[in-house]
């Protein structure tokens, strides 16, 4: 039966050596002072602390980069691979999609050729596809920030961004609705999310069927100099079904960026 799824003081000058030309060197032990003030005066020397609404200021860029990539076409590609007990790819689904526009500035999926499905277990469900489209490209805007709790978890540097870490998990889950519980990676200086870590929530289990989502991270890229959308999500998680455990690779990957101008053409590739 398939299972059902988702998706770092000086000495006195000489002589031959007159005062106004003296070089003055200090002391080895004054030279090891002089140096560890230095260290300590460095920027980044202590931790910074985070501004009290860094959940507010986050959403508010997530509403204006939710804005922006509307305003974009682009390619997504969808693979996901069932695995062998040995980690060998026993069956996989691919499928490919330009997210375009019409002349009347219409937002539209486009299937590229036939989605293939070799799958031998997993079957792709309604919930997995809305997690590719909401979840996995995770857009937490002002108007989802009311049903999510956050939690500062310090700060890291990802991809040479200095970055805020904050924990995200939904307040109340209601029925037929998707979530992300997980970790976002946030930029100190403009917070743009660069980097998100979790799971699409809740599973599904009933008395006939289950239908359970693996964890992922989507990692995002600066599109345009100053807005950061997702390039590519993957994850490799093993699924624990009443029928026996099923390992899966997901790889999503976002491509062929192109803002939409009126004057905009798009020929399938």
Not at 71 to 83: A, D, I, N, P
Not at 142 to 156: A, H, K, P, S, V
Not at 185 to 194: A, G, L
Request: some cysteine.
């Amino acid at each position: 039966m398939p299972f059902h799824r988702a998706y770092n003081t000086p000495a006195a000058p000489s002589a031959a050596h007159p005062a106004a030309s003296t070089a003055w060197k200090p002391r080895g032990d004054l030279v090891i002072g002089l140096i560890l003030a230095s260290v300590l005066a460095a920027p980044g020397a202590f931790p910074q602390e985070p501004p009290d609404n860094l959940a507010k200021l986050v959403a508010r860029r997530e509403t204006e980069t939710e804005t922006e990539r509307n305003e974009y076409m682009y390619r997504q590609t969808v693979t996901l691979e069932e695995l062998n007990d040995h980690g060998a790819v026993r069956g996989q689904y691919r499928e490919v999609r330009d997210i375009i526009f019409s002349p009347k500035h219409e937002r539209s999926e486009q299937e590229i050729g036939r989605a293939e499905n070799g799958l031998k277990n997993l079957v792709l469900t309604d919930e997995d596809f809305r997690d590719i489209r909401e979840i996995q490209p995770l857009v937490l805007t002002e108007d989802r920030l009311w049903n999510y709790e956050t939690r500062f978890r310090g700060e890291e540097t990802v991809d040479d961004v200095d970055c805020w870490v904050l924990q995200v998990r939904p307040r109340q889950m209601f029925s037929g609705l998707r979530y992300f519980d997980g970790t976002l990676w946030v930029d100190k200086r403009e917070y743009n999310i660069v980097r998100m870590e979790g799971q699409a929530v809740p599973q599904i289990r009933t008395t006939k069927s289950e239908n359970l989502f693996p964890r992922f991270t989507t990692i995002r890229k600066p599109i345009d100099g100053k807005h950061w959308f997702p390039a590519y999500t993957y994850g490799e998680d093993t699924l624990y079904f009443k029928t026996g455990p099923q390992r899966e690779r997901l790889r999503i990957a976002y491509s062929n960026y192109k803002r939409f101008t009126a004057e905009s053409t798009f020929t399938p590739k």
